[in-house]
């Protein structure tokens, strides 16, 4: 079965560094998603992109967040200046999208981002 | 605007007993909807979906889910638990509309006694 790859499974940074959190979607998939869980809670919407840009964005996703897709495989989620409370599993996806929405929805492992 | 609600935080049920974790949600049209299963240091795992047709639908792992319209309610269940499946349960729904987030509940915790 087709998966999605997460890199790194843990990192951890000072605050106020800047990290970047990559994952490699399903290949020939078009929608990409980025969702983060803290610890204890429920997991939530980041990001979604396609075709090259932002099609939807969570309030949580302010301007220290930004998401790329630097070449035709990855697809990466940066935190431009780390602060406590961003620590949290990160979680990618992407969305073969043949059907209805989220119907082929793939989730990845998660990259735990600890912010010291 | 749209939520989901899973009214028990953490359930303990015997290995070999039937199983019903509930889910509720809220939505002005027929949502789809997700049950995802979490185990430990692992990502999200879809079990099954419901997008429209038969209210009863089979998933991954012998689960099952049924919709009710009357009662906004996605319920899972396992006639016969097993040890393997203690993890973490998340019911999510999203509306039909291209590149549209899921939106999760807060999960519930299953774990098998023996």
């Known amino acids: 079965e087709p998966e999605v790859t997460q890199t790194p499974s843990h990192q951890v940074t000072q605050m106020g560094q800047e990290v970047i959190l990559r994952c490699v979607p399903i290949s020939n998939h078009l929608y990409f998603y980025w969702y983060r869980q803290i610890l204890g809670q429920k997991v939530e919407f980041l990001v979604s992109f396609y075709n090259n840009e932002i099609s939807e964005k969570s309030e949580i996703f302010d301007d220290q967040f930004s998401v790329e897709r630097p070449d035709g495989s990855n697809f990466t989620l940066k935190i431009r200046s780390t602060k406590l409370e961003d620590s949290a599993m990160y979680f990618c996806?992407?969305?073969?999208?043949?059907?209805?929405?989220?119907?082929?929805?793939?989730f990845g492992s998660g990259t735990q981002l600890s912010v010291l | 605007a749209q939520s989901v609600t899973q009214p028990d935080i953490h359930i303990t049920v015997s290995e070999g007993a039937s199983l019903e974790l509930r889910c509720n949600y809220s939505?002005?049209?027929?949502?789809?909807l997700f049950w995802y299963v979490q185990s430990p240091g692992q990502g999200l795992q879809l079990l099954l979906k419901?997008?429209?047709?038969?209210?009863l639908v089979q998933g991954i792992k012998g689960f099952e889910a049924e919709f009710k319209r009357s009662q906004s309610s996605f319920n899972l269940r396992k006639p016969s638990v097993h040890w393997s499946d203690a993890a973490e349960y998340f019911c999510?729904?999203?509306?039909?509309?291209?590149?549209?987030?899921?939106?999760f509940g807060k999960g519930t915790t299953l774990s098998v006694s023996s």
């Open positions: 419901y997008f429209s047709g038969d209210t």
């Open positions: 996806a992407s969305d073969g999208r043949q059907g209805p929405s989220n119907e082929k929805l793939f």
């Open positions: 999510a729904v999203s509306p039909n509309q291209a590149g549209t987030a899921l939106i």
């Open positions: 939505y002005g049209a027929t949502p789809y």
